[in-house]
């Protein structure tokens, strides 16, 4: 089993993309490395390629505010991407950089072992629930695998540029909340 010190030196010194050559900073992850939720995202962005940490630009700080409008916040959650470079201009990922990544996020479950996967967007649903998830008719839709409870729903970057999906995405983080606090309750017996 990797530890968290294997695993972000195993991340530090990655060379296994393209990614690598454009990067300022790798970004693992943030946040409760015991989390019964984990949110992953699709890669980081220029801010998180600045400051090393994911969702800090103006899409973290609405997840900050989507996160406190239904009780959680980050120093109960981890947050992770997909992969842990910057793609050029803020591009989707590629497949094989997701590829070169995937093993990362894997490490970082079962380090983790949350209950809950809460996937931002299409690029984290298609790697984690299904590929190709069609992300604007199955989201907030509940998927069990090894354990563990997957759901999916609107990155916030996709909020800031459609805010008609906002309330698509407050209706899914509602249900989150629900789910987290029915499991939380199923400990406490």
């Known amino acids: 089993m990797t530890?968290?010190?294997?695993?972000?030196?195993?991340?530090?010194?990655?060379?296994?993309?393209?990614?690598?050559?454009?990067?300022n900073n790798v970004v693992i992850?943030?946040?409760?490395?015991?989390?019964?939720?984990?949110?992953?995202?699709?890669?980081?962005?220029?801010h998180e390629d600045m400051q090393g940490e994911p969702f800090v630009g103006a899409a973290g700080q609405l997840l900050d505010k989507m996160l406190a409008a239904v009780g959680l916040d980050r120093s109960i959650v981890?947050?992770?991407?997909?992969?842990?470079?910057?793609?050029?201009?803020?591009?989707?990922?590629?497949?094989?950089?997701?590829d070169a990544c995937i093993n990362y996020l894997r490490r970082q479950y079962l380090l983790i072992?949350?209950?809950?996967?809460?996937?931002?967007?299409?690029?984290?649903?298609?790697a984690l629930i299904e590929q190709n998830f069609p992300i604007t008719r199955d989201h907030g839709v509940w998927y069990s695998k090894k354990d563990c409870?997957?759901?999916?729903?609107?990155?916030?970057?996709?909020?800031?540029?459609?805010?008609s999906k906002k309330r698509i995405a407050w209706e899914d983080l509602k249900k989150i909340k629900q789910k987290y606090d029915e499991l939380k309750s199923e400990d406490n017996k």
């Not at 530890?3 to 972000?8: F, I, K, N, S």
């Not at 946040?31 to 980081?44: H, S």
């Not at 072992?113 to 298609?126: D, Q």
């Not at 409870?149 to 805010?163: C, K, V």
């Open 78 to 98: 981890y947050i992770a991407n997909v992969v842990k470079c910057r793609p050029p201009n803020n591009r989707n990922p590629e497949q094989d950089e997701q």
């Open 3 to 23: 530890t968290w010190e294997e695993l972000e030196q195993m991340c530090l010194n990655c060379r296994g993309c393209r990614l690598c050559e454009t990067r």
């Open 113 to 126: 072992r949350p209950k809950i996967i809460v996937c931002l967007g299409k690029i984290a649903a298609s």
């Open 29 to 46: 992850g943030v946040g409760n490395k015991n989390a019964d939720i984990m949110f992953v995202g699709e890669g980081p962005g220029y």
């Open 149 to 163: 409870e997957f759901i999916a729903t609107f990155h916030p970057s996709a909020l800031l540029r459609d805010e």
